[in-house]
């Protein structure tokens, strides 16, 4: 992975920095700082960093954020690994007696090939924990989410005079793999820096439109957890199948039989996932192995679901294993990866009504749309501390409206968000995310 030196980037990228002017508009801000951000926007997108590795990354938003105006910490947060290193970044802007706003954005990016053929596409290619070669991609859109963080926070320093309170806004790590949010919190985030009052963060959309967004009060994202299985058996020749306990069989019983969680033993009125998502054992025709590995992720918004959906995983493997005579001391081996576990998100109802208005006003109603929750799965949720703070993650329409339109006439579906092929429509999708996250954030600290 090549980067220019940090002094080249800035020369390439930085923003000039102008007076405020009490009525300078925000989409006159966001017109005249748009191709800056374009070119900021491709330079992400060409230099994406896996999470755990997002140390470039995290280097040019801080140094931004410094031009702008705020007191930037690096390196910030403390993961549960202590030979892991941070990337965290928190910038504050303290501006008179007032409320504390937090905006997020995340940094990392995807182990995934790029085949969009844009002329900015990934070429990048790094080693993964396993030490394995892998190509990096920004597939989930975070280069997006940090370019209009960037635009937020240069309409939010040029316009000063017109809020009042303390502005947080935070790079954070590893949200891919379901840690950055943990450890900026381990590391002290609302301690060592002023505890906000609300919490707010945006995230692409690959179904809507550019230049629209989308809110859902309450329940927004599930909570995500990731389950390990190894189903044990004893092996033997494929000829004489008597002489064994077959794990591949076994592993097939487990796999049916725990989709009979969500719809025998979950209350239909609880959203709940169980995806059995990858499956391995064997290496012959002829062998009966010793066991199979499976990987399966549970998704819930309620806690109370989750642990009961976690309880049944374990009750069924090692039921249909006693069933099958396995020996005691070869049961299934279940392993739950907590340290990459992330929360359900609720966004606070208030709060998201009084973020849809201040959209509605900036954005115009036609562009602001009520959107429902899904059981997709992100990090943001921890900074509310078990909805003790105020939090909203509102949806960023990504794709071109004609794609759009066409794909609702056609029934095929668009590129989804990992998607090889994700490629967001830059200019209207990081304009709407800039003033959209600047119009709430002032209107939360009003004067």
Known sequence: MKFPSLFCMLAVFAFGITPAFSQRSLDAIATRELPRLLETYRFLHLNPEISYQEEKT???????????????????????????????????????NGPTVLVRTDLDALPVEEKTGLPYASTVKTKDDAGREVSVMHACGHDIHMTSFLGAATILSELKNQWKGTLVMIGQPCEERGAGAKAMLNGGLYTKFPRPDHVLALHDNTSMAAGTVGVCEGYTLASVTSVDITVRGVGGHGAYPHT????????????????????????????????????????????????????????????????????????????????????????????????????????????????????????????????????????????????????????????????????????????????????????????????????????????
């Open 58 to 96: 995290a280097a040019l938003l801080g140094q931004r954020l410094r031009t702008l105006g705020f007191e930037v910490t690096e390196r910030f947060g403390k993961y549960a690994d202590p030979s892991r290193t941070s990337f965290g970044i928190v910038a504050v802007m303290k501006n008179g």
């Open 244 to 447: 064994t306990k077959d794990p591949v069989v076994l592993a097939s019983q487990i796999v049916l039989s725990l989709q009979t969680i969500v719809s025998r033993e979950n209350s239909p009125l609880d959203p709940s996932v169980v995806t059995v998502g990858s499956i391995h054992g064997g290496t012959k025709h002829n062998i009966i192995p010793d066991e199979v590995r499976l990987q399966i992720t549970v998704r819930a918004y309620k806690e109370d679901v989750r642990q009961k959906m976690l309880a049944s995983i374990e009750r069924i493997a090692r039921g249909i294993a006693t069933a099958a005579g396995v020996p005691s001391d070869r049961m299934p081996i279940i392993r739950t990866e907590e340290s990459e576990f992330t929360a359900s998100t609720y966004n606070n109802p208030e709060f998201t009504r009084r973020v849809t208005r201040a959209f509605e006003s900036e954005l115009g109603k036609e562009n602001v749309l009520k959107v429902d929750p899904v059981m997709g799965g992100e990090d943001f949720g921890c900074f509310s501390l078990d909805d003790k703070i105020p939090l909203c993650i509102f949806w960023l329409g990504a794709v071109e409206p004609a794609r759009v339109a066409q794909s609702l006439k056609d029934g095929v579906s668009l590129p989804s968000l990992h998607s090889s092929q994700f490629a967001p429509d830059p200019e209207p999708t990081i304009r709407t995310g800039m003033k959209a996250t600047a119009a709430a954030v002032m209107d939360l600290l009003k004067k």
